[in-house]
């Protein structure tokens, strides 16, 4: 499938056929629906009968995981077919274009060493290959729109370039039958040539495009293990993962990815969720705590009872709202193949019309007429209507990618100039997602000294508030010493021996029970503490010696990318799987008014509908593996550069260098797309509606036509190559 045409006409053919529930993905090439078993064949024939191959998957065989349901070799097969012609037609439009223009200059035929009509032949010779095979499939695509009475871009095509063709091979061929005195018209091999060179140039970017569509899928499955361990009575067997049901036990080693969602039942460790829930820290977990598949353990031991396997489980489920999220979404159609549907029939009928008037009422020879005729068509050739928004789409994309701003299609260029509504993710993309201590209290006459012995402690911890504990204490240059003990207690804290020294480490509850006098300072109390922040408290021969906070901070410059955000009329939203404390207070930070947090990736989902029911147009902002569907869903998504490759696979728009400040950047650039886009347009049917009259009523030879239509395309081309002048 090439456009938004093609899936209304796959649609139509199922629905024909007695499908329901049709719902046709233009990226992924990939049709679900509902029939009775003994329709099926028939939704195959109808589909056939529309142009269209179909191969079909049942559910079973996606449950048993068969290469059927994933299986892209079309697709790829797609992509080397257009980049093989691409090249073909490339190879050979070069020296058809040096000839065919070099020929209009004085001389240039003492150089070749040939007359005009043996250059004329060696140009036959040279486009006929080029119309034969990569433009084949323009001509193709037309004659199976007559069949169905509807016209798009490939219609103008085709009819364009076989105008071209045509009447260049008629005048090559019998030069006498259409000369003019002395002089012989000019052929267009060379228009015919370049118009299917550019086009098919746009058509291997798009296939292109398509493959990393399909990627993002397999990048999410790719985050299931391929083998599993699970406990067999007192032996542990090693599965493949698609093996694993609800109700087995399987063993999960350090550093293992979880297969499945289930309930923790012996063991326990710190796992790594923040591909699911956006929270920065690893989750302590034991025993009847929930896990979640994919997710990544730390260093500790556990086993766990399955619950949820495959497409039932949380990731499986990612995987299909991303999926459902593609589909939803309408594909943008392109302006120039909706006036296509209009002004190729009336562009026909005109060229007829000139035919008849001019050959049975006004008696002109039958080469005359026929000239008048191709010169209303070659006038309509649609190169400067071709080029309008690709050519402003690709010098845009170059200006973005000059400021580290990767715009993934001409689509989300297009449509980033309409958000007004930006849904930001908290962690990694409004905050470094790497915590910090941020502040710290000593009480009790206790000083910086005290927290050698502190990370001196924490050295001998798996807990992952460790690491922002002693890379502070490295920064004030203190020198840690080694812990001679350290017992930790899962869920409340550590205490140990140091330096002959009882130091311990923890909650709140964790130090009352360890200090003398069973309470805390005042001025260590939590209120006293950002409410954001993971609070540390700390002591020393039971003694309270102090609190540390560790907060994940705002990314720098967020407050001025808000405000120029803000200035833009986009409304700024925060929606995030972090806990509410610690959204507000980010959010707070940032200037972000409307807060969503503690949200699974289908709340964002939910997120971002709400505000599409209302009328906005929504951008998302997010780098992790749970903003992807929100990233597909929404109508344009900035994924966040060095985030997960999933979120940025699934975005419009990757900011290269993970600064925020290119979303503004993105959007302007975007304004000033779409507005040369439309100058383009202007200029492309200007030479249409000027030039078409004037060819109809005998007054526009096909040179001068010719030389219309490229000048026209040369307007085009300059137009946009002024968005590469223009400020960032």
Sequence with gaps: MTCAACVTRVEKAISKAGGTNVSVNLATEKASFEVSPEGLQQIVDKVKDAGYDIIVTSSNDKKQGSSAGTDTSHIEKHRAEISRDFIISLVLTIPISILNMGMMWDGFHNYVGHDLDNVNKILLILTTPLMFLPARRFFSIFVKNLKLFSF???????????????????????????????????????????????????????????????????????????????????????????????????????????????????????????????????????????????????????????????????????????????????????????????????????????????????????????????????????????????????????????????????????????????????????TSGKPNVNEIKFVNGFNNASLALLAALEAKSEHPLAVPIIDYTKKLNIEIPSAESAISVPGQGISGTVNNKEVFAGNRSFAMMKTDSGNLPAEVDDNLFHSSSSLIYFGIDGKLAGALSVTDELKPGILEVIKKIKSLNITPVMATGDKKSSAEFAASQAGIEEVYSGLMPEDKLGIIEKFQRKGFTVGMAGDGINDSPALVKSDIGFGIGGGADIAIESAGIVLLKGDLSGIPKAVNLSRRTINTIKQNLFWAFFYNVIGIPLAAFGMLNPVIAAAAMAFSSVSVLTNSLRLSRGAD
């Design 152 to 430: 798009d871009m490939n219609s103008l095509i085709a009819i364009g370039t076989g105008a071209a063709y045509g009447y260049s091979v008629l005048l090559t061929l019998f030069p006498d039958y259409f000369a003019v005195g002395d002089h012989t018209p000019h052929v267009y091999f060379d228009s015919a040539a370049m118009i299917v060179t550019l086009i098919l140039m746009g058509k291997w970017l798009e296939a292109k495009a398509k493959a990393k569509t399909n990627e993002e899928i397999k990048k999410l499955l790719e985050l299931r293990p391929k083998t599993v361990l699970i406990k067999k009575g007192s032996a542990t067997v090693e599965i493949p993962v698609e093996d694993l049901s609800a109700g087995d036990t399987v063993v999960i080693k350090p550093g293992a990815k979880l297969p499945a969602d289930g309930i923790i039942t012996s063991g326990s460790s710190f796992i790594e969720e923040s591909m699911i829930t956006g929270e920065p820290v690893p989750v302590e977990k034991s025993s009847d705590d929930k896990v979640t598949g994919g997710t990544i353990n730390g260093n500790g031991y556990f086993e766990f009872r399955v619950t949820a396997t495959g497409d039932n489980s949380l990731l499986g489920r990612i995987i299909k709202l991303v999926e459902d999220a593609q589909a939803s979404k309408a594909p943008m159609q392109n302006l120039a193949d909706k006036v296509s549907s209009v002004f190729v029939p009336v562009v026909i009928v005109i060229a007829v019309i000139t035919f008849i008037v001019w050959f049975y009422v006004l008696d002109l020879p039958f080469s005359g007429a026929l000239i008048n005729f191709i010169s209303v068509l070659i006038i309509a050739c649609p190169c400067a209507l071709g080029l309008a928004t690709p050519a402003a789409i690709i010098v845009g994309t170059g200006k973005g990618a000059k400021n580290g701003i990767l715009i993934r299609s001409g689509e989300a260029l297009e449509t980033a100039h309409r958000i007004n509504c930006l849904i930001f993710d908290k962690t990694g993309t409004i």
